[in-house]
């Protein structure tokens, strides 16, 4: 049984990969319809089940949307590239993540927002340089009633791809606010501490009442745009 289950994850992140690396490349174009779930059965020699998975997921994650009746397509860019990393984003770069000691509490806007208790959440402080340059801090927050043992090589890597093994996610929000660089992020992004920076904060739900995740991500000022807010 576990052999089989191997051997099925195995098809899925290949089949994933095949499509995910088709749209990236610019090979499947936006709006352009993939191929139904029977071919791709056929295709890569795969259950329907396993098929409609690798669909779903890859509509989870923006890259393609459904029609019912009609199937499956590709989504415009910008639902898909707010969700990929900065190592999908930019291919020929160096980029890393970093698990950083510093941590925060949950912020009062999640707490007031969402009323949350701020002792269900542990933090995970994650730093991610692009060409060895400060690009993001983000402060994740998870769910420590739901997610029991938390694998922090997983977190380091995605956090969003890192639920998804466990949980479905219901629904997501996403709010950007300019405030004043504080003290640790004037350190890391090296600007003055009256600076403003880009903060988005975003929650995950895991059913209509519990919140799965909350985050803060912060950028310098100067990634503010108008393909940024679009994608919020």
């Known amino acids: 049984m576990i052999l089989e289950m191997r051997f099925f994850q195995m098809d ?7 499509i995910e690396n088709k749209i990236l ?24 089940t396993l098929a409609r998975d690798v669909y779903k997921e890859l509509v989870v994650d923006g890259y393609l949307y459904s029609i019912h009746g009609k199937g499956y397509f590709v989504n415009d860019k910008k639902y898909w590239m707010k ?11 160096e980029y890393k993540n970093e698990i950083l000691d510093f941590k925060i509490e949950l912020p009062n806007w999640f707490i007031e927002n969402y009323k949350l208790n701020k002792n269900d959440y542990n ?3 994650k730093a991610r340089y692009l060409n060895n340059k400060q690009r993001h801090l983000s402060y994740v927050f998870l769910n420590n009633k ?7 090589k997983e977190i380091k ?22 405030e004043k660089a504080t003290k640790f ?14 903060c988005q904060y975003s929650v995950i739900y895991h059913n209509d009442e519990i919140v799965l995740q909350c985050s803060l ?15 919020v």
């Open 12 to 18: 899925h992140d290949y089949i994933y990969s095949y």
């Open 123 to 125: 933090c995970f402080t």
């Open 83 to 93: 969700n990929i990393g900065l190592d999908k984003k930019y291919p020929h770069s």
């Open 25 to 48: 490349s610019n090979e499947f174009s936006a709006d352009q319809k993939m191929l139904s779930e029977n071919q791709i059965c056929i295709k890569f020699n795969v259950s329907r």
């Open 157 to 178: 890597k995605s956090v969003v791809n890192y639920l998804k093994k466990d949980f479905e996610f219901k629904k997501s929000y996403n709010f950007i606010k300019i």
């Open 146 to 152: 739901l997610i029991l043992n938390m694998d922090l």
């Open 217 to 231: 991500d912060k950028r310098p000022i100067e990634y503010l745009n108008f393909g940024y807010i679009a994608n």
């Open 185 to 198: 992020d004037a350190d890391f992004f090296s600007i003055n501490k009256n600076d403003f920076i880009v």
